[in-house]
């Protein structure tokens, strides 16, 4: 009831390669491969969008100048003076 031992395995592979043969086993491999690498290709690409895309949306930090300050009237001076 326990598991399968090293030589189960390699019988279980030997019926595979008897089965399907070498060259279709090394075809259905690249085309595995080739899969899960067009798979990260998109994953990566979606991610790179994502992130252009957000930093297209967010407009960039302003820097306050001491002149735009001076000339913005709306401004509340940061050092505030206490009564007394």
Known sequence: MGGLSIWHWLIVLLVVVLVFGTKKLRNIGAD??????????GV???NDTADAE???????????????????????????????
């Not at 595995?32 to 290709?41: H, R, T």
């Not at 001491?66 to 505030?80: F, G, I, Y």
């Open 54 to 84: 957000a930093s297209a949306a967010t407009p960039p930090a302003q820097q306050v100048t001491a002149a735009k300050r001076a000339a913005d009237t709306n401004t509340v001076d940061v050092e505030a003076k206490s009564k007394g």
């Open 44 to 46: 990566k690409g979606a």
């Open 32 to 41: 595995l491969g080739g899969a899960v690498k067009g798979f990260k290709d």
